[in-house]
């Protein structure tokens, strides 16, 4: 397995190889039939994949009329680009971290919210009419408290139908009065 750093230079090996074929005006082809070489190997080579051995590097610097040391030197504006990439990546990651910290602390938020919103339905019962369909709703599993919403929830809405019971037989008297004389 190739480390890092040592892809990296096959792939500015590469890069260096085809920027030589082309200002040549070679295809691969024409490369590979003039040097008895596949023109797989050229792929390969041009794309990173793998690197020639010495003997064949030198082979291509001459055929290219250039130096080996002009195909194996670095590029040292691949390199910094490399290495902005490798700190925009970190970056973004730091980003996302805290997105994603901000995001756990709003559906924290919110999960206190849906709770407080149910013990205000203990004051004013009929409110639980409209708080009780929406905290079903807005409640996620991945909330910290889903499942303390979830209780509080049940028994807020025993809570609202013994309150609404005890109104209704108010209102229809059928809760059965006892009368003393």
Known sequence: MLHFKNWGRIYM??????????????????????????????????????????????????????????????????????????????????KFSNIKKTLTKNETDDSWFLLIMLFFTFIYAPLSFIVIPLVIIKNKKDNHLYKWIIIVTIITTAFTCFVVYGW????????GTITVE
């Open 168 to 175: 209704l037989s108010d209102v229809f008297n059928f809760g």
């Open 13 to 94: 090996l590469g890069k260096q190889l085809k920027s030589a074929r082309l200002s040549n005006n070679f295809t691969q082809q024409e490369v590979a039939d003039k040097l008895n070489i596949s023109r797989q190997s050229i792929s390969k080579w041009e794309n990173g994949s793998s690197a020639p051995d010495v003997h064949t590097l030198k082979m291509l610097a001459s055929f290219y009329k250039t130096s080996i040391q002009d195909l194996t030197k670095e590029n040292e504006h691949l390199e910094r680009k490399i290495e902005t990439n490798k700190h925009n990546i970190h970056t973004q990651k730091q």
